[in-house]
């Protein structure tokens, strides 16, 4: 399927995870964008299991909201 418009979306992540995030995508030859687009994918194609709860307190408790 291709997305006939591409949304900028946010989420929250705690700082040092996203740079590591990053820093090893990178390291891989590859970008977080891409990364994420096709956990997406994966998780939409039932390819994934659902979440495990946030292991990080400052997330732990937030509930996003779904527009």
């Given at each position: 399927?291709?997305?006939?418009?591409?949304?900028?979306?946010?989420?929250r992540i705690?700082?040092?995870?996203?740079?590591?995030?990053?820093?090893?995508?990178?390291?891989?030859?590859d970008n977080?964008?891409?990364?994420?687009?096709n956990t997406?994918?994966?998780?939409?194609?039932?390819?994934?299991?659902?979440?495990?709860?946030?292991?990080?307190?400052?997330?732990?408790?937030?509930?996003?909201?779904?527009?």
């Open positions: 399927m291709t997305d006939s418009k591409i949304r900028l979306e946010t989420f705690p700082e040092n995870t996203w740079k590591d995030f990053v820093a090893k995508a990178r390291s891989n030859g977080a964008s891409s990364i994420l687009l997406v994918h994966a998780y939409l194609a039932n390819q994934l299991n659902s979440p495990a709860p946030a292991p990080d307190p400052a997330i732990a408790n937030f509930h996003p909201l779904i527009f």
